[in-house]
Nanobody, 128 residues
Framework: QVALVESGGGLVQAGGSLRLSCWAS????????MGWFRQAPGKEREFIGA????????KYADSVKGRFTITRDNVKNTVYLQMNSLKPEDTAVYYC?????????????????????WGQGTQVTVSS
């Protein structure tokens, strides 16, 4: 089972930027679709975006499109979430996730059920 470790969360003012990182323990990292989700208190876990194993395909939720960017470095086994123009409503625990079976199509990467491994989460707080 792959282990995923997020880092980079913290407190930032509205309009600021943060970059989250998610490191994966397996050498087969480049095979995996990677996703980012977030969960605010009292709310369901929300899809933010996903990136294919090669990094050539990405998809984003409308709420973050144009502000957030997902990239990956398959040499470093790391996926990144660059967050710009942050808003107080972006405050949440952010999770990365991996689809390790390589059996599911990228078009389904917006669903929490697509993924079989999750990180522990990192808190992002945006002050107004």
């Amino acid at each position: 089972q792959v282990a995923l470790v997020e880092s980079g969360g913290g407190l930032v003012q509205a309009g600021g930027s943060l970059r989250l990182s998610c490191w994966a323990s397996e050498r087969t990292f480049s095979w995996y679709v990677m996703g980012w989700f977030r969960q605010a208190p009292g709310k369901e876990r929300e899809f933010i975006g996903a990136i294919s194993g090669s990094g050539l395909r990405t998809k984003y939720a409308d709420s973050v499109k144009g502000r957030f960017t997902i990239t990956r470095d398959n040499v470093k086994n790391t996926v990144y979430l660059q967050m710009n123009s942050l808003k107080p409503e972006d405050t949440a625990v952010y999770y990365c996730a991996a689809e390790t079976t390589t059996a599911r199509g990228f078009e389904s990467a917006g669903s929490i059920y697509f993924y079989d491994a999750w990180g522990q989460g990192t808190q992002v707080t945006v002050s107004s």
